[in-house]
RNA sequence: GCGCUCGUAGCUCAGUGGACAGAGCACCUGACUUCGGAUCAGGCGGUCGGGGGUUCGAAUCCCUCCGGGCGCGCCA
């Protein structure tokens, strides 16, 4: 690659430098370089002289000229390095590094922009994890998107990725109970009998659903059923059918898990109690007016917190810490939870078990996502699950389909509270981004599939006169599909699979440029075949895109 | 009250300490006898919430104030 080249080049340079005694020994900095948006600042520019220029007490003009002075000759595709500005190194590059990066995307093809920085690596995403108490809301689709293409984004750069999603069905947890006793409440009603609903009962449709599914699975077999033995029973049929329901409702969105685990399977395994066991035995347990606490506040959290109640009952602290110690336990190097941020006030307390267990806290990244902001006719929509008036996800999949919900969750930065108008989002589909960048893709499609029946003979990339690629716009539509790799990384290390949205409509909006200016079909065949190479390395790179974001890339729409 | 977080164009949002702060929508004006007009070009629109500070350089880092969201259980 021809940035890592050129880094090398430049660290070469500091070295000669300071050899000469021309610049003052410094330790070798971190050189980073970007595409500068103005293309009068060359195809890569570098900050280095700039960011030196107090170690090195001099003027960061002074210094820049003196890398340009020491740097290398016969660097790649290197022409020449400008300083610019208040010192920057720009780069200018033959025009034909840019032509080749089609070779390049060619060669790759599915593969171009993944890298293998992390093949030793494994991760678990542990993402949505919602109370089996309801179906997947529209607000659950925000941790369902993040963690999916996150999840994606690992895998193209050699993490072995799996993606759990953890079922809260613990023993006591008060809401499966209610869940349970407002199924049964249900299921009676619908045999006709007047029972009322439990105090905090669940309201919503679906709960009727499942009643009348019973009913016509079973008839009336409950319906003398005492409650010590009916309400159990619903409750587990009720929890049963939320999370089939609910990994349907994740399925259609396009979300597959490697793993559902269950927190009440740590409980019959025992590994809750060893958690605990092994956290009092590192000495970070006490016993304080019969309950048995986390000494947290020794391990970063502000206080600490309950792990045994005084009746016996474990936390789900405790439970949790099972499961982090689980997850390690599992091989894997990294672990990722995404979180709503109402949950943020637990990372500390979290990242407190994990190092009370001993283990190494820094390998839990916790990703905060803000909440999402729902709004429909100009009102904030307030969903719950207990009043029943959330918005399903699969209600606004089914309105404006998989990829335009994705691509509309995914459009925002996961720490930005996100307003999300349900009428605009389900009304003006075609004012989604997503049909942009699929419009680009099939434009291409359609122009190669004309291309071909003119009897053109499409060539491979090497074989056409790339050189002919000078116009402006397939320089525009060259550099941006070169700068892919870097966007991939760019996304992993900061975590922001959002910026794929973002890349993917600015390459669709250069393709639409260059379409709109340069004719493929009907130029000189030279130079109509070496535009075909570029318009399928385009094509290649959106759909590569877009399959990072879970999103089809369609031949025609 | 304490803590976390957000505040960028009329609206929805980008912006890895860098060069004149960007895009979409909305609004206005233009562009097809030719490869898909779900497109393209141009215009309008900003004290980056306010004020200090660090830095050669701040929307970005620090402090403070204002405003919104969230969290502060032997609930999960």
Redesign the pocket.
């Known amino acids: 690659m021809i940035q890592e080249e050129l880094v090398a080049a430049v660290l070469e340079a500091l070295k000669r430098a300071q050899k000469e005694g021309a610049i003052p020994e410094l330790s070798a900095p971190t050189i980073?370089l970007?595409?500068?948006?103005?293309k009068?600042?060359?195809d890569y520019?570098?900050?280095v002289?700039?960011?030196l220029?107090?170690p090195a007490k001099m003027a960061?003009k002074k210094l820049a000229e003196t890398i340009q002075r020491f740097m290398p000759e016969g660097v790649g595709y290197l022409e020449r390095v400008d300083i610019?500005?208040?010192?920057?190194?720009?780069f200018y590059l033959k025009p034909d590094w840019l032509q080749d990066t089609l070779l390049e995307i060619e060669e790759m093809g599915d593969t171009f922009g993944h890298s293998q920085k992390h093949t030793s690596e494994r991760v678990l995403i542990e993402f949505v994890s919602a109370?089996p108490t309801g179906p997947i809301s529209v607000v659950n689709g925000r941790a369902a998107a993040l963690g999916d293409v996150l999840g994606n984004l690992l895998a193209a750069v050699g993490y072995e990725v799996s993606r759990e999603y953890y079922i809260?069905d613990?023993l006591?947890?008060?809401?499966l109970e209610v869940l349970g006793e407002t199924l049964a409440a249900r299921y009676l009603q619908q045999l006709g009998k007047d029972v009322p609903l439990p105090p905090e009962s669940y309201k919503g449709e679906y709960v009727i659903e499942m009643a009348k599914k019973i009913v016509k699975r079973e008839g009336n077999t409950y319906e003398e059923m005492p409650d010590n033995e009916l309400f159990p029973l619903f409750r587990r049929l009720a929890t049963d059918e939320m999370i089939s329901q609910q990994r349907g409702d994740l399925e259609a969105f396009g979300v597959r898990y490697d793993n559902w685990q269950c927190?009440s399977a740590l409980y019959e395994d025992e590994e809750v109690v060893q958690a605990i066991e092994t956290i009092s035995q590192r000495g970070y347990a006490y016993e304080?007016?019969?309950?048995v606490?986390l000494k947290s506040s020794v391990l970063g959290d502000?206080?600490d917190?309950?792990l045994?109640?005084?009746?016996g009952?474990?936390?789900?602290?405790a439970?949790d810490a099972a499961y982090h110690k689980n997850k390690f336990d599992r091989g894997y190097t990294l672990l990722i939870n995404i979180w709503?941020?109402?949950?943020?006030?637990?990372v500390a307390?979290l990242k407190a078990a994990i190092a009370a267990l001993g283990y190494d806290p820094s390998r839990c990244e916790v990703i905060?996502h803000?909440?999402?902001?729902l709004?429909r006719e100009g009102e904030s929509v307030?969903g719950s699950k207990r009043e029943g008036n959330i918005i399903p996800l699969r209600e606004l999949i089914a309105e404006v389909g998989r990829d335009a919900a994705r691509f509309t969750f995914l459009?925002?930065?996961?720490?930005?509270?996100?307003?999300?108008?349900l009428d605009?989002v389900k009304q003006?589909?075609?004012?989604n981004?997503v049909?942009?960048v699929?419009?680009?893709h099939?434009?291409i499609?359609?122009?190669l599939?004309?291309?071909t029946s003119n009897e053109v003979v499409p060539a491979p990339a090497a074989k056409v006169k790339r050189s002919l690629l000078t116009h402006p716009r397939e320089l525009d539509l060259l550099r941006k599909l070169a700068?892919f790799p870097?966007?991939v990384?760019?996304a992993v290390?900061?975590r922001?699979p959002?910026?794929l949205t973002?890349y993917s409509?600015?390459l669709?909006?250069v393709f639409?440029?260059?379409?709109?200016?340069?004719?493929?079909?009907?130029?000189e065949v030279e130079l109509?075949q070496a535009?075909l190479a570029l318009i399928r390395g385009a094509k290649q790179v959106l759909k590569n895109a877009l399959s990072l974001l879970g999103v089809s890339a369609?031949?025609?729409?």
Request: net charge negative; charged share 20%; proline share 4%.
């Open positions: 980073l970007e595409m500068p948006r103005n009068e600042h060359g520019a570098c900050n002289a700039l960011s220029a107090g960061p610019a500005g208040p010192g920057f190194l720009n109370n809260n613990a006591n947890s008060h809401q927190e304080k007016d019969g309950a606490w502000k206080e917190w309950v045994v109640r005084s009746n009952r474990e936390t789900y602290v439970a709503g941020a109402d949950h943020h006030g637990y307390r905060l803000q909440m999402i902001h709004v307030v459009l925002s930065s996961a720490d930005t509270t996100a307003t999300f108008d605009l003006q589909t075609n004012e981004p049909f942009y699929q419009y680009a099939a434009r499609a359609s122009i599939k004309k291309a700068d870097n966007e990384q760019a290390e900061n922001a959002h910026r973002h409509m600015e669709a909006a639409h440029n260059f379409y709109t200016e340069c004719r493929v079909i009907g130029e109509t535009r369609p031949e025609s729409m």
